[in-house]
């Protein structure tokens, strides 16, 4: 079985599909496109005509990749860009049309969930703290783990594009 999961990102776009192999998934296959959604809002706090184009324009290119994937093995969330778009409501059913399947926005605290378990899987097992950081285009996510589970999780709203300005 294919499953496929596609990242919108505050700067880049992801798309990865990968193959389940026992409790495993094995990626085969990962593209990315640098879009720098957090940086096309206008005075408003909304996406530009402009960005919302060029991020269309990469999901209707990730559709073509996700082809023949059932919604059911596909899933699609945006982050601190779409959380904060003022337009984000307006935007989202053109980007659902553009990449074919739903779009789901995460909280700030579910970003880092899941950051944390996509990079606890990777972790050998040991009863020490652990602390994961995820540096984003606009929010640093963090995880703390420790005893092999997850004690902390949290979203700060300060990202790469706010050190670049800084």
């Known amino acids: 079985m294919l499953l496929g999961a596609v990242d919108l990102g505050s700067n880049s776009f992801r798309v990865e599909i990968g193959r389940v192999d026992g409790d495993r ?12 959604m957090a940086a096309g809002f206008d005075k408003n706090g909304a996406l ?41 409501s307006e935007f989202l059913p053109k980007a659902e049309a553009a990449l074919g399947y739903p779009i789901g926005i995460l909280s700030g605290h579910e970003e880092a969930r899941l950051v944390f378990k ?34 902390y999780a949290g979203s700060v709203r300060v990202g790469g594009d706010k050190f670049d300005q800084a």
């Open 118 to 151: 996509g990079c606890a899987r990777t972790l050998p097992p040991s009863d020490k703290r652990r602390l994961v950081v995820d540096i984003g285009g606009g929010t640093t996510e963090v995880g703390l783990i420790s005893l092999g589970g997850m004690v």
């Open 48 to 88: 530009t005509p402009e960005m919302q184009e060029k991020a269309l324009a990469a999901l209707s290119r990730f559709h073509e990749k996700l082809a023949g994937l059932p919604a059911t093995q596909v899933r699609a969330v945006g982050t601190q860009a779409l959380r904060e778009a003022a337009n984000s």
């Open 25 to 36: 998934i094995v990626t085969q296959s990962y593209w990315k496109e640098t879009i720098r």
